[in-house]
């Protein structure tokens, strides 16, 4: 579950009151009794009640998966942090595999899954992995214990439809507070894209529901008249009933693309940022006609697919004939609304697409065969753990679950110019990461610069800084004279080259540090 809901205190006294039921209490709790003849004699005999809806369920094909997880350490990346041994839920699909959730199993070194009604647990491994919409393919590589497993085990249907409002619906898991199967139930109450991630500028569509969801159902199936809507994936943890479901576009999506070549390479973006046109005098000043509308292009990342087509103060009007109202919404079914960015990412890579922009007055049209576009900032586990080691100076890319490990979750502690440079980052270039300053290990040589970690590097020598490894080639190249550091807010840090070099190997054998650099 990507957001873990802690035991809080109400949780540990439900569990106290449960403990004091006696043992006849549990033993005939959901029993019933039956009048059976036995040597000629009528006896007693107990026997589980039945729930007509729950025995349509088929349960015995959601599994619980165990996973032994060893992450990055993204401020120190020549070394990973403590194991974490966690569980989630999965569910069979065809192939004999099992889908899950991406944050059930990032990073995972070990993974074991056992079936309903089964003590046994067999290995596995991932196949295929998109924390884009956190969903991840396993396979059972257990050799001994495979047979056995996928014994009487059948794929479970999965519906093509998007669920409506008030549609009621059965989730099906393994959370916490216990060790066998959990069913609840609840109803749609709301379908709209949502950001799956961290990053704000990537949203998929999403639905949600109000069945009670929590830690540990994360990868189980959502059911609707015995087939699969979606995947339990996400919740509010500063709200109640108010839980988020994975719905079959997007896993179809997921699954096809898998099929068809063997890996998931993301979601397609026209990698736009836009402004709406809700306020009259931005369309008048924009010569809008009347009874048109759309959103206003202010920036076109140089990767995006329309980049030379479509310019900065551009009007979006439509996708594929679709129209774009001034809030960027667009219409989805009947009487509901969506983001527009849905009519994109439910595309695949290569396909095309036909934007309508208003441009001086006049309407034009363009194709653009739709590509996904990397992120500036990676936002998930997806992003590199590399560094480079320099006279004690740590530098690595710039990245999320950097950010969060180095000052987290909330970032309260991160300094106001980094959080400002994050905010307003954007790409220049294809291949362009920011590269921060992670942490001084402070030496002789760096002495007085160890507060100046968190900062953004610009320039080395006057030369602007591409990438991680463009770095590690400039420093490389330096091997006599003075070289400076030029950081966000002008904040300069200069070595002598020489001094550097002679000091590198001391700074690492004191830290237990292997090289100077993990990029190969």
Known sequence: FSRVFPINSWFAKLESKSSKRTKTDRVSKGKSKAK????????DVEEDEQNPLLDKLPLESVIKVFASLCCPDYERPWQMRNREDVSGSGFVIQGRRILTNAHCVEHATFITVRK????????????????????????VTDEEGGEAFWKDLKP??????????QDEVLVAGYPVGGDNISVTRGIVSRIEPIEYTENEEVRLLAVQIDAAVNSGNSGGPCFKDNKVIGIAFQGLDDADGISYIIPMTIVHHFLTEFEEKGTFGGFCSLGLQVQFME???????????????????????????????????????????????????????????????HLVTQKF??????????????????????????????????????YVC?????????????????????????????????????????????????????DEINYGYEDEEGRILKK????????????????????????????????????????????????????????????I
Request: charged share 25%.
């Open 36 to 43: 059976v003849k036995k040597d000629n004699k009528t006896i």
């Open 116 to 139: 309903y009604g089964s003590s046994e647990k067999v290995t596995a491994t991932v196949v295929c992995i998109s924390f884009d919409c956190d969903l991840a393919i396993l396979e």
């Open 156 to 165: 479970l249907q999965l519906t093509s439809a998007i669920p409506h409002l």
């Open 279 to 341: 306020n009259k005098q931005l369309r008048k000043a924009y010569k809008m006609p009347k009874n048109t509308s759309g959103v206003l292009v202010r920036f076109v990342d140089p990767v995006s697919c329309v980049h030379g087509l479509v310019k900065m103060g551009d009007v979006l009007l439509a996708i594929d004939d679709v129209k774009i109202s001034n809030d960027g919404s667009v219409r989805f079914r009947k009487r509901e609304l969506i983001d527009y960015q």
């Open 349 to 386: 890579p290569g396909s095309t697409c036909k934007l309508s922009i208003f441009r001086d007055g006049n309407q034009i049209e363009i194709e653009a065969s739709l590509k996904p576009i990397p992120e500036l900032i990676p936002a998930t586990g997806a992003a590199p753990a590399l």
């Open 390 to 442: 320099w006279g004690g100076l740590v530098f690595v890319p710039m990245s999320l679950p950097y950010l969060f490990e180095a000052f987290g979750d909330d970032m309260e502690d991160a300094p106001v110019s980094l959080v400002g440079e994050v905010a307003r980052a954007r790409r220049s270039f294809a291949d362009q990461q920011l590269v921060v300053l992670a942490c001084v290990l402070v």
């Open 460 to 519: 080395v020598n006057g030369e602007d800084v591409i990438n991680l490894k463009h770095l590690l080639k400039l420093l490389q190249d330096i091997q006599s004279g003075v070289i400076t550091f030029e950081f966000d807010e002008n904040i300069v840090l200069v070595f002598d080259a020489e001094e550097v070099l002679k000091k590198n190997q001391k700074i690492l054998k004191s830290h237990k540090i292997p090289a100077l650099t993990n990029i």
